[in-house]
């Protein structure tokens, strides 16, 4: 069955440091998501791309995370410099074309980042 | 904008006994509604969705829901939970036509011995 990769699964970095994370998405899926997991809370999208276009970035702390889907395939999501309230779960979830948001979204098992 | 609330953070149950998980929506345009699931340090797998049709939906492993659309809910049930159930649930939401998915706070699920 296909499936979301995610890696790291974890991270620990201290801040200040520059931290990635990769996703693979289902083949074929062309739309992506990052979304970040503070523990106790739900999943808070940070960003969205449809192909390698960036469809909404609104959540997204710019001034220290970046992401880019160059190919339309991976992305990477990038933190520089890492902050403690930076601990979170990082979650990749996938979307086939043509859904409309009717489809269900697949996810990765998340990168969980610790900073210290 | 749409948001999602689920009003409890934590329900606790004996095993074998029925449960709800609520969840309340809003939104100004129609939504289709999602149950996810999820088990530590895992990603969310799908529990079941209300798109159209039929207002009660059936799942996975046993879970139902039924979408209230005066009442703006789409509260969770299972007749008899399992060990097994004890985890993260999560309500979502997407607005007709977007790709945009915003997701309730969560309610843990604790299934007692």
């Known amino acids: 069955e296909a499936e979301v990769a995610q890696s790291p699964r974890y991270k620990i970095t201290e801040k200040s440091q520059a931290v990635a994370f990769w996703c693979d998405p289902i083949?074929?899926?062309?739309?992506l998501y990052w979304y970040r997991q503070i523990l106790g809370q739900g999943p808070e999208l940070l960003v969205q791309?449809?192909?390698?276009?960036?469809?909404?970035d609104s959540q997204l702390p710019k001034d220290r995370f970046s992401a880019e889907r160059l190919k339309g395939v991976d992305s990477t999501l990038k933190i520089q410099p890492a902050e403690l309230g930076d601990s979170a779960m990082y979650l990749c979830?996938?979307?086939?074309?043509?859904?409309?948001?009717?489809?269900?979204?697949?996810f990765g098992e998340g990168s969980r980042l610790t900073v210290l | 904008a749409q948001s999602v609330t689920q009003l409890d953070s934590q329900v606790p149950v004996f095993e074998e006994a029925p449960v709800e998980l609520r969840c309340n929506y809003s939104s100004s345009v129609s939504v289709y509604l999602f149950w996810y699931v999820q088990y530590p340090n895992q990603g969310l797998q799908l529990l079941l969705k209300y798109l159209s049709g039929s207002t009660l939906v059936k799942g996975i492993n046993g879970f139902e829901a039924e979408f209230n659309k005066s009442q703006t809910s789409f509260h969770l049930r299972k007749p008899s939970v399992h060990i097994s159930d004890t985890a993260e649930y999560f309500c979502?939401?997407?607005?007709?036509?977007?790709?945009?998915?915003?997701f309730g706070t969560g309610t843990r699920l604790k299934v007692l011995a």
């Open positions: 979502a939401v997407s607005e007709w036509g977007t790709y945009k998915y915003i």
């Open positions: 979830a996938s979307s086939p074309s043509g859904s409309g948001g009717t489809g269900e979204l697949f």
């Open positions: 791309f449809q192909d390698e276009s960036v469809v909404d």
């Open positions: 083949s074929g899926h062309a739309t």
